[in-house]
């Protein structure tokens, strides 16, 4: 059984940054293949927002949250970060962590295996 918490969310104003993590348990971390960020907010799909492969590391962003966003890992700790920087009220949404056993790449949160239950975050302006 993998299980995936996420930390981090709150309430900040434009402008504003917030650190999210993601502490991964069960099934030995180093199988996955990659570790995404997705985000959904109210009455929307949820969407991609990062993804970090879990050997080398690459990582991969939305259009809308390159160069304000940063995904990391702490391999040791089985952790993944996601540095949100100049938030914006658009950036509004319940965020979650989800793990993808396999390659290759993929964006698309059918493609991924385990999910956590999401943190808030809300930007106002």
């Known amino acids: 059984q993998v299980q995936l918490v996420e930390r981090g969310g709150g309430l900040v104003q434009a402008g504003d940054s917030l650190r999210l993590s993601c502490a991964a348990s069960g099934r030995t971390v180093s199988s996955y293949a990659m570790v995404g960020w997705f985000r959904q907010a109210p009455g929307k799909d949820r969407e991609f927002v990062a993804v970090?492969?879990?050997?080398?590391?690459?990582?991969y962003y939305t259009n809308s949250v390159k160069g304000r966003f940063a995904i990391s890992r702490d391999n040791a700790k089985n952790m993944v970060y996601l540095q949100m920087n100049s938030l914006k009220p658009e950036d509004t949404a319940v965020y979650y962590c989800?793990?993808?056993?396999?390659?290759?790449?993929?964006?698309?949160?059918?493609?991924?295996?385990?999910w956590g239950q999401g943190t808030q975050v809300t930007v106002s302006s």
């Open positions: 970090i492969t879990w050997g080398g590391g690459s990582t």
């Open positions: 989800a793990a993808r056993l396999y390659y290759p790449i993929s964006y698309s949160p059918e493609q991924y295996n385990y």
